[in-house]
Nanobody, 120 residues
């Protein structure tokens, strides 16, 4: 199983970016999918999570600005980030609880990080 993240880049304050994370491999099912971020010199922060049923939760710092969604057929998750602020600058990583059809064990997988820089 692999998670491939994409969509980071440089954006001005107030701008938008969309991050995507695609899961591939021996996937039977995916439970919760999360986006984390880690800014330089800071601890990793949970930004958003979406359950298999579509329930979502967000960090207070991004509520009303970020939206997490998933396509359970394509095994992808998207983080739409609007009204970005300089404090959103961080490396963003996706994380998913995946059950493989090889052994039906649920394992937590990580995608590689993608850098989001919000600066004028």
């Amino acid at each position: 199983v692999q998670l491939q993240a994409s969509g980071g880049g440089l954006v001005q304050p107030g701008g938008s970016l969309r991050l995507s994370c695609a899961a591939s491999g021996t996937i039977a099912s995916i439970n919760n999918i999360r986006w984390y971020r880690q800014a330089p010199g800071k601890e990793r922060e949970l930004v958003a999570v979406i359950s298999s049923g579509g329930s979502t939760n967000y960090a207070d710092s991004v509520k009303g600005r970020f939206t997490i969604s998933r396509d359970s057929v394509k095994n992808t998750v998207t983080l739409q980030m609007n009204n970005l602020k300089p404090e959103d600058t961080a490396v963003y990583s996706c994380n998913a609880d995946v059950t493989s059809y090889i052994d039906y064990r649920r394992v937590s997988y990580w995608g590689q990080g993608t850098l989001v820089t919000v600066s004028s």
